[in-house]
Every structure is written in structure tokens, then in C-alpha cells.
């Protein structure tokens, strides 16, 4: 109960540690690394990728299920707009390379896949907590499409941050491919200058007494798993 656990634990005996990323590694990118992937994963120059992270999860594993079955009802738009739907991590447990989906299962890191894709998903609509993919996403520049529920926790506006995505996926698949260069830049500038003390956590940590001491900064500076 919450009276147990405040008699338990104090402010003392704890230090809260947000969540964070080095933004540096998903920047760096290896052009040469990321021709051979997407060669790997039959993805065009002219592709419009999306991408969906995360870990075997209750409200990933909806999430997915919804975005099979878009796919699956809008085969014939996917194709013709040259679009394809990535979901990489353990939410995806049956490796597939389709037309218009690709889902690759457990990868050793998710930042290759984050550098050849354009759009970032986050169609979850319930869970707790911010979502550690979101984080990734914008560090990675991405056009976010989430629902109102994925972007809970950032200072993100509809619209100007990211494309929602609720019950009509046909309306935001659409209307993010049909961005113009500069209306993307801006998007995802908007959405990482806005956001950039969260996920910027470059810090020394150390342990010490069996807690972890945070030394400066915001963050851990590790690359944390998509949720």
C-alpha cells in the first residue's frame, strides 16, 4: 500500500534517476552499415519507412496487432506510396520481410534501425510511465506519429511535434508522407529542442554503497531498452 511504502522508503533512503539517453550514438551514423541493412531488409531509396520499437509488452504487443492489421486491410495504399512498416524487438516474435511489413524480432541494438527510417510510431493506448522509445525516437530525428496517450510525459504539441494517430491510420500514414522537407524539419527540430534536457543525460554514475549516484546531468548515459 502507498502508507507502507512511504513509512518504507523516504527521500532519504532514495534518488530519483529520469530516464535518458546519449543522444550522440543515435546520431552517428555509418552510411555504409545502413546501405548494407536496408539492402539486408529489401528497403528502397524511395521508401517511406515507419518504425515501431519495443520489447515483448502488453501494450506493444496491442499495438503491433493493430499496425499487422492495418497492413493487412490497406495492402493496395502501402504499396503504391511505397510505404513500409518496420517493428523491430522482441514484441515482434515471428521474423518477416512482406511488401509493406518488415519484423525483424531481438536485434543487438536498435539504432541502425532507428537511422534508415523516416517516421517513428508509438500507436500504444495504455500502459504506465513514459515510453523509453519516444526518447529514442527524438534523439534520432524522427517524424513522430503517436497517439495523444504515446506522447504523455514530453512536451509535445499535435500538430507541431508529432502527427497523432488514433482510430484512422489511413488519415496519419497519409498525412506524414505527405509532409513537404521543410514542414519534417521543423516537425522533428520542434519536437527535439522542446525535449532535449530530458533525453540529454550525459553523465558520470557511480555506485557507491549499493546506490547508484547520479554526479551531473539528468540521466544515465546508457542506451535503455524500447518499451
Same mark, same amino acid.
Given at each position: ?18 530516464n535518458g539517453i546519449d543522444i550522440e550514438i543515435y546520431q552517428k551514423r555509418d552510411e555504409v552499415k545502413n546501405n548494407q541493412l536496408k539492402k ?38 502501402? +504499396?503504391? $506510396?511505397? /510505404? ?6 522482441? #514484441? ?8 509493406? *511489413? !518488415? ?16 517516421? +517513428?510510431? $508509438?500507436? /500504444? ?6 515510453? #523509453? ?8 530525428? *524522427? !517524424? ?20 497523432? /494517430? ?62
Amino acid at each position: 500500500s502507498q502508507s507502507r511504502y512511504t513509512q518504507l522508503i523516504t527521500e532519504k533512503k532514495s534518488i530519483i534517476i529520469p530516464n535518458g539517453i546519449d543522444i550522440e550514438i543515435y546520431q552517428k551514423r555509418d552510411e555504409v552499415k545502413n546501405n548494407q541493412l536496408k539492402k539486408q531488409l529489401k528497403i528502397q531509396e524511395e521508401d517511406h519507412v515507419f518504425i515501431f520499437t519495443g520489447s515483448k509488452y502488453g501494450p506493444n504487443i496491442e499495438a503491433v496487432k493493430k499496425l499487422k492489421q492495418f497492413t493487412q486491410e490497406n495492402e493496395s495504399f502501402l +504499396a503504391q $506510396n511505397k /510505404i513500409k512498416i518496420l517493428i523491430v524487438g522482441s #514484441v515482434g516474435d515471428e521474423p518477416l520481410k512482406g511488401n509493406s *511489413l !518488415i519484423i525483424t524480432g531481438r536485434v543487438d541494438s536498435v539504432i541502425p534501425y532507428l537511422q534508415i527510417s523516416h517516421y +517513428a510510431l $508509438n500507436n /500504444i493506448e495504455t500502459g504506465s510511465g513514459t515510453n #523509453v522509445k519516444m526518447f529514442e525516437y527524438i534523439a534520432a530525428n *524522427l !517524424i513522430i506519429v503517436s497517439t495523444n496517450f504515446g506522447a504523455r510525459g514530453f512536451n509535445l504539441l499535435k500538430n507541431e511535434d508529432y502527427i497523432e /494517430i488514433e482510430d484512422n491510420y489511413l488519415s496519419a500514414f497519409t498525412s506524414s508522407i505527405n509532409m513537404s522537407r521543410t514542414q519534417k524539419q521543423n516537425m522533428f527540430l520542434s519536437a527535439f529542442n522542446k525535449n532535449k534536457t530530458l533525453i540529454d543525460c550525459l553523465i558520470d554514475s557511480m555506485l557507491i554503497f549499493g546506490v547508484v549516484f547520479p554526479v551531473r546531468g539528468c540521466g544515465m548515459k546508457s542506451k535503455l531498452m524500447s518499451e
